[in-house]
């Protein structure tokens, strides 16, 4: 008498076989679905914060005195400073340097940096920024240099007009006494005039 052949059942079910596969395209969808939403919403977080930035570089607030190390010097009274974990612009309050294009404009943008690039300074600024989100200021180096003076001492720089500072204007005085830098020329252009004659505007970048 013949053995009768048992027939085996297939491990998996047609049916099996489509639900296992409609769950694996679940899956693969919302796993590609997250990688697109997670950089969006990194992206939107970021820009979130610089805007908060902004607006506190922005706002009226009455600022106080700060250590911060310079990170960069844009010319002779403008600087980068790292304070908070980001970057400040500073301005030299009561003073103005030669544009860089001007002559002795490079002569105090080194000056400036020779005093206190990559060097921690105190920032004392002036109650408030001024209209491009800047901190105007006096900067002082560890070593107690008054670097707005020093840059009017050096002859590297005019004292505003309209300044109260008194120290400033003794200073400029005795520059121009004794020809010291740009005073060395016998009819120098100040950065304001110059601005005017080149019809420049100020770039506050």
Request: glycine share 6%.
């Amino acid at each position: 008498m013949a053995k009768r052949t048992r027939k085996t059942k297939p491990k998996y079910t047609i049916g099996s076989l489509l639900i296992l596969l409609a769950f694996s395209f679940y899956i693969a969808c919302n796993t590609k679905e997250e990688k697109e939403v997670k950089p969006h919403n990194e992206k939107r977080e970021t820009e979130i914060k610089k805007s908060r930035r902004s607006n506190n570089r922005n706002n009226s607030e009455v600022l106080a005195t700060f250590e911060g190390k310079v990170v960069g010097i844009k010319d002779g009274d403008t600087f980068e400073v790292l304070y908070d974990g980001q970057s400040e612009r500073i301005r030299l309050a009561d003073i103005d340097c030669p544009e860089n294009s001007q002559p002795f404009g490079k002569a105090a943008k080194k000056f400036a940096s020779d005093l206190c690039y990559g060097k921690t300074v105190i920032v004392i600024p002036k109650k408030r920024r001024d209209q491009y989100g800047r901190i105007l200021g006096i900067v002082m180096t560890k070593d107690s240099l008054n670097v707005n003076e020093e840059l009017i001492r050096s002859g590297m720089a005019w004292r505003y007009k309209y300044s109260k500072n008194k120290i400033l204007y003794t200073l400029e005085n005795k520059a121009r006494e004794q020809k010291k830098g740009l005073w060395a020329d016998e009819d120098p252009i100040d950065p304001w005039q110059w601005r005017k004659n080149k019809g420049t505007v100020y770039n506050r970048n």
